[in-house]
């Protein structure tokens, strides 16, 4: 099955900053690619996500970026606020299952917090 | 509107007993997951319904977990005898066949 590896596992960066977290994953079939944002007591939220047939995407501070031979793709959070501290999921779904469900197999996360 | 909700936010059991966790997905969104997240780690996938169905339930660890999900809305997840171990953040999603995943808050169920 897929296998999905994230790093870092904690980043601390300055307001401001940009802040950049890697995945990699093992199954060449998957094709969409999203990024989960959890704040404490709280379920994950959709923030961006990303399909095999672009290479990059933007959604105003937040980009992600897809290497599909490399198999990894990373999120990019420019001019950080305290807001953006928090914990961040990437996740894969392997080819479409006989059942037709997107069974998203998902990193471990990365605690970012932002320094004021 | 309103998004995907789970309850109860937080149970505490004693080992042995049987739990019910709850969930409730956006309108008219046909597809819904339970994923399990242990604490420090990620989410583990645990069973997949369309509809009332539940075509994928590789990811239930036991034959003491158990779903349903009826009139394609609200689903139950039941985990019979507890044991410490099932300690964790249970989530639900819902999705239209998008891929798009909305989560609720989950219920933080604790076994003593």
């Known amino acids: 099955g897929e296998n999905v590896e994230q790093h870092p596992s904690t980043l601390s960066v300055q307001e401001g900053d940009s802040a950049v977290i890697k995945c990699t994953y093992s199954?060449?079939?998957?094709?969409?690619f999203p990024w989960y944002k959890q704040e404490l007591g709280k379920g994950p939220q959709l923030i961006i996500d990303i399909r095999s047939n672009v290479g990059e995407k933007k959604d105003q501070r937040i980009a992600v970026t897809l290497n599909k031979t490399a198999k990894h793709f990373s999120l990019h959070i420019t001019e950080t606020q305290p807001e953006d501290s928090a914990v961040y999921f990437c996740a894969a779904t392997p080819t479409i299952s006989n059942f037709g469900n997107e069974k998203l197999t998902f990193g471990t996360g990365t605690r970012l917090t932002i320094i004021p | 509107g309103a998004g995907v909700s789970q309850s109860p936010s937080n149970k505490v059991t004693e080992k042995g007993k049987d739990v019910e966790l709850r969930c409730d997905p956006i309108s008219g969104h046909t597809a819904l997951y339970w994923y399990r997240q242990s604490l420090g780690q990620g989410l583990e996938f645990l069973i997949y319904f369309q509809g009332n169905s539940a075509p994928d339930k590789s990811g239930l660890p036991s034959d003491r977990f158990s779903a349903e999900r009826t009139g394609g809305s609200v689903s139950t997840l039941t985990i019979q005898r507890t044991q410490q171990e099932d300690s964790a953040v249970y989530l639900c999603a819902s999705s239209l066949r998008s891929r798009e995943q909305y989560f609720g808050p989950g219920t933080r169920l604790t076994v003593t």
């Open positions: 199954d060449s079939a998957s094709n969409y």
